[in-house]
T-cell receptor
Framework: KNEVEQSPQNLTAQEGEFITINCSYS?????LHWLQQHPGGGIVSLFM???GKKKHGRLIATINIQEKHSSLHITASHPRDSAVYIC??????????FGKGTRLSVIA | DTAVSQTPKYLVTQMGNDKSIKCEQN?????MYWYKQDSKKFLKIMFS???????INETVPNRFSPKSPDKAHLNLHINSLELGDSAVYFC?????????????FGNGTRLTVT
């Protein structure tokens, strides 16, 4: 079993829908990263968080340290949000451990 | 004005050859990394390097050798390429030495070994 589990594996949504992607991890961490990989292959760091909640535009990331769980929400989804979203965790001095990603397709 | 740039974008080569992938960052970051993404899109750390120390992931074959002429560059040299080396290789950098800082990725190099 991977240290980092994401769900769902694949997600198809209609434009405008509210989307939630979940990430659970099994070890104590110091930080959790959310990354976005575009269809063209490039990877962009969306958030790094260790507690609470962060917001950037239509994206919101939350983390519950006690429950070892994080969610990435996308409000008013758009076809350009179609990408693979990857969760990764670290204990600070250890390399990132990645989830297998959630492939999101937003249909107009 | 690319922050992390790696070349080439695509690399097709035959088994047994030696090849290099170059990476440069203009962010002034102290730490650089090489990641491998396999056919199942799973990312794994290969190396991390700051201006003091190279940290090698022991699961990486010693045919892979990172070389850093200065803190803005971290190149990846691969000897005796094998079919299983086919993957996308990503360079990345971060400000701090720990993994508690945001990563900036290059666009990846798709390596195909035939």
């Amino acid at each position: 079993k991977n240290e980092v589990e994401q769900s769902p594996q694949n997600l198809t949504a209609q434009e405008g829908e509210f989307i939630t992607i979940n990430c659970s991890y099994s070890v104590g961490i110091s930080a959790l990263h959310w990354l976005q990989q575009h269809p063209g292959g490039g990877i962009v760091s969306l958030f790094m968080l260790s507690s609470g909640k962060k917001k950037h535009g239509r994206l919101i990331a939350t983390i519950n340290i006690q429950e070892k769980h994080s969610s990435l929400h996308i409000t008013a989804s758009h076809p350009r949000d179609s990408a693979v979203y990857i969760c990764a965790v670290t204990r600070g001095n250890t390399p990132l451990v990645f989830g297998k990603g959630t492939r999101l397709s937003v249909i107009a | 004005d690319t922050a992390v740039s790696q070349t080439p974008k695509y690399l097709v080569t035959q088994m047994g050859n030696d090849k290099s992938i170059k990476c440069e960052q203009n962010l002034g970051h102290d730490t650089m990394y090489w990641y491998k993404q396999d056919s199942k899109k799973f990312l794994k750390i290969m190396f991390s390097y700051n201006n003091k120390e190279l940290i090698i992931n022991e699961t990486v074959p010693n045919r892979f050798s990172p070389k850093s002429p200065d803190k803005a560059h971290l190149n990846l040299h691969i000897n005796s390429l094998e079919l299983g080396d086919s993957a996308v290789y990503f360079c990345a950098s971060s400000q701090a030495e720990s993994y508690n800082s945001p990563l900036h990725f290059g666009n990846g190099t798709r390596l195909t070994v035939t």
